[in-house]
């Protein structure tokens, strides 16, 4: 016997992606802040390699940075 309760009728809470990447088509991109660098270029490549997509990133100013779905 399990330890857990099982319950019913629970709504499922829907999670906003961070980042826009599922609706982003080949060319399109989108400024983040500088900051968040690492993090958005991680996040990126790893939703890249599940998904068959490619995307590429770079600063574009003193305070932010820009992400490009390539493929």
Known sequence: ???YKIEKN????TI???YPF????VGDSFLFPLAK???AS???Y???KRNDMKFTCC???ETQGRIWKIK
Not at 22 to 25: S, T, V
């Open 37 to 39: 660098l690492p993090a």
């Open 59 to 61: 600063k574009v100013s």
């Open 10 to 13: 629970i709504e499922v809470k």
């Open 46 to 48: 790893d939703f890249g």
């Open 22 to 25: 599922r609706e982003m088509k």
């Open 16 to 18: 906003k992606p961070k």
């Open 1 to 3: 016997m399990s330890d």
């Open 42 to 44: 991680t996040a990126a």
